[in-house]
């Protein structure tokens, strides 16, 4: 049906027409699928889904539109590659117009793929099956992808240790095994997964009705980026077991010795003649391998098992095996039709043998399911199954009897690498045999297949002939270049990611030159929370696409190594011209929905000299950028060496903080208040100091930021808290005119949330008394329940709530009847400039007598002269403490001092 024109239909079309004019668009908008062309009206697709014609991948180029593993649409283009700013602009369109956060484009992937296939990551745990996969071993997703390979198959040993050899790097081909498996019909009337177990048809523990099956598999070493693991396929031989019984009724009584193998030299079936060889007192039996057959002297036979594995890696194998009969058979063996299979043939005349074995090779290959041309002694096509003529494009009758490699030519089948150089079709006659390799095969109707080919030497009479055998791999093909992709791409922006950015900068022009920025935006985390997830990625999205047009018209690449961290390589621009660039770029607010928003960002940026790799140039703008964002917001910052070594120097010292508890080198000063009134001691605030081992005393401000980035900030005030309750409780002892001695600990609230509240001190708060708890007046901007909760579960232990810090920076005067307060602290500039300055004495006065309308204790810090504290007196203030009465104290000396007062 065609649709009525809207702006999105005009925008999809006039892109096409620009970007890619020969190519047809399928995109997902709101509830409809879309078929849109540049040159036609856009209408909606009769299924209403967003599944690729199956023209679509056998031919042309298709390209994923997907944002955030959804995928948007799908762009095709028949004759011509897909331009990657095509894919771009309009995933970057389809991402602002749709509101469906779907993740399908992975089941569309597998959905695609013919053969059963699984894919694992390197620890053996299933990361993504064929929808084939399940059916064929009676499974559901959710039992599998997840699961480690053990759990979905227990008890498979040699299936662990096959695919174990796949995760180490090399390919390991399975046995062929035989299985039961749910029975298709049966399967889709009953629920619940059911694995593979050997035994005979029937059924299997969940009640479904099983069948048995002869089961192929190959594992597969994949590595992309920095994701590495395993492609499982397994494949169906039922079939190909059935060729072999057939072939057995075509051995039996056939006197010219002959056998059927497996490529690990299991005996599928024998001739007659082969059986009659055995004792009578010893019969051969079907199904063991065939260097233990009675018939062969020294048992078992090396020299079978050596033929055995000569021919299984594709040579032609052949010698004189003694008989426990006395004499010796003349023994060649060879690979059969179908992989994995091998044919022995015991010459008992000049080539009879072998000729009999061409006559049931022949027979064998016309009923079976594998795509096979066998060809004669001049190269000429003598049968071509059904199978290898629809993968070649061709009638099998145009073939019979012709030179292959003249008529492939002739018929218009053209021949390229699997990286897409073509390649000349070879004569035959004069390839050395056997051969096995990987083409890509564009057949006359011009669809491309990656198809591997093994040509394997075979007898016909006195003349040799040649099997080809092809087998498709385009689906799987496929999956590994769009997994290959997904592993250096960004789902969400399309850009690279980190490996992706830096195979591009290892593989820049030598000399490398230019600039590496990254940036990072400035409370990303809190916009992500106000706007919502689905608004930030659309902001993400515009930020890539700038990044992306600014890094392009600079010949260079930009990335999303994280949530809200990019990168760019500008390759002609100096570290301050890149700089310039992408703040120029980032200047003009992004857009959410209807309004506008405008982002800081912390940016670092690293020269990329001649001298220096692409991972260390990276590094490099990623330290400077880290420094950057400790320095504040919308802060800039270039790399030079000094910067690595403090990060080294913080690094180290937060090592070293782990241990510090642990190690006795925390400690605490107390710095005791006065009263005014009359000048007496009531309490001391404990002030934590480092003594650390080879950089001396280390106050907070040097470890506490780096604590406050791990859970090591949860043991640092457990710590402070039990001290400070420990030096209280001396004083009280020590001290008796001091038995209501109080100690306060300086605690924020973002630390107080982490450690759940000190919910696990709560007992001890309880037993001894809670100290008291000093938050600076910019945490009390948070005024949640949680905040409030938390402060009064305090404040119920014992605790007076004090606000430090009081007058400078952000405050809130609504705080200071919302929360639980008992005092505050008046911050030490306020004292600072007393008696002298009438606006400091005014601006005090007024904090003091605000406090006191509120019932609130005000206490002066940072009280330096006797000056100040008789104005403080006379001004009404509570307490003060500061040089001017005395300096921070140790434990013990704060108790000489409180008892000489």
Known sequence: ????????????????????????????????????????????????????????????????????????????????AVPEGAVEVLTLLLSAASAEGANREADMLITQLPAPTAWLNAD?????????????????????????????????????????LAASGRASHLADE?????????????????????????????????????????????????????????????????????????????????????????????????????????????GTP????????????????????????????????????????????????????????????????????????????ALSDAATILLDHAGRAQLVSEQAAQLVGLDAAKLLNLSLSRVLGELGVRLHTPEGDPVSIPDLRTLNLPLIRELLVVRPDGVARHMEVRATRVEEGNKPGTLLVLRDLTALRRAQAKMKHDARHDALTGLPNRPGLREHLAAAATPKTGAVVCLDADGFGALNAALGRTACDHLL??????????????????????????AAHLPDLSADDAVQAIQAALQVPLRSGRRDVSLTFALGVAHLPADITADAALADAEIAMQHAKRQGRAQTSAFHPGLRASVAEA?????????????????????????????????AEALLRWNHPTLGTLAPSRFLPLASRSDLIMQVGDWVVQEALRGRAKVRASVPKYTDWRVSVNLSLEELRRSAGLEHLMPLLAQQGAPDIEVSAGSLL????????????????????????????????????RFPLSGLKLHPTLTARLPSDERSLTLVQATIDLAHRLNLHVTAVGVETQEQLSVLRDLGCDAAQGYAITPPLSAEALGVWLAER
């Open 1 to 80: 049906m065609t649709l009525p024109t809207s702006a999105l239909h005009t925008a999809l079309r006039d892109l096409l027409r620009v970007h890619a004019p020969e190519a047809t668009l399928l995109a997902s908008v709101g509830k409809q699928v879309l078929n849109v062309r540049a040159d036609a009206a856009p209408f909606e697709t009769p299924s209403g889904e967003l599944i690729p014609p199956d023209a679509w991948l056998d031919r042309g180029q298709l390209s994923w539109l997907t944002r955030d593993g959804a995928l948007l649409g799908l762009l095709w283009s028949e004759e011509t």
């Open 124 to 164: 053996l745990v299933f990361r993504q099956v064929s929808r084939t996969f399940l059916e064929l071993f009676g499974l559901s997703g959710p039992d599998v992808v997840g699961q480690p390979l053990q759990t979905v198959f227990p008890g498979r040993e040699d299936l662990v240790q096959s695919l174990t």
């Open 178 to 286: 035989y299985a039961l498996v749910p029975d298709r019909d049966s399967a889709d009337r009953n629920s619940g997964a059911a694995g593979s177990s050997t035994g005979s048809a029937g059924s299997t523990a969940t009640g479904v009705a099983s069948t048995g099956v002869w089961l192929r598999g190959e594992a597969r070493p994949y590595f992309g980026g920095a994701s590495a693991g395993v492609l499982w396929t397994v494949q169906d031989v039922s079939g190909e077991r059935q060729e072999a019984a057939r072939l057995t009724a075509l051995l039996d009584g056939l006197e010219t010795p002959l056998a059927l193998l497996t490529d690990t030299g299991t005996v599928l079936a024998a001739s007659t003649g082969l059986s009659d060889l055995a004792p009578a007192t010893a019969p051969a039996i079907l």
């Open 290 to 365: 065939l260097w233990t057959w009675p018939c062969f002297a020294d048992l078992p036979s090396e020299l079978v098992r050596d033929l055995v594995r000569v021919a299984a890696s594709g040579g032609a194998a052949n010698g004189d095996v003694p008989l426990v009969s006395g004499g010796t058979l003349p023994l060649a063996l060879r690979r059969s039709t179908a992989p994995g299979l091998l044919v022995a043939a015991g010459l008992s005349g000049r080539g009879a043998g072998l000729q009999a074995s061409s006559s049931v090779v022949a027979q064998v290959l």
């Open 541 to 566: 999205i515009q930020l890539a696409a700038r990044l992306n047009d600014l890094a392009g018209l600079h010949g260079g690449l930009a990335a999303r190594l994280a949530d809200d961290t990019f």
């Open 651 to 683: 690094f180290e010292l937060e090592d070293a903080l782990r241990g510090a508890i642990a190690g006795e080198q925390f400690t605490l000063l107390y710095q005791p208040a006065v009263r005014l009134l009359d000048g007496q001691p009531f309490s």
């Open 782 to 817: 948070d005024h949640s329940q949680d905040t409030l909760g938390l402060l009064e579960q305090l404040r119920i232990h014992g605790a007076r709530l004090i606000v430090d810090d009081f007058g400078d920076g952000a405050s809130s005067l609504t705080a200071l009847t």
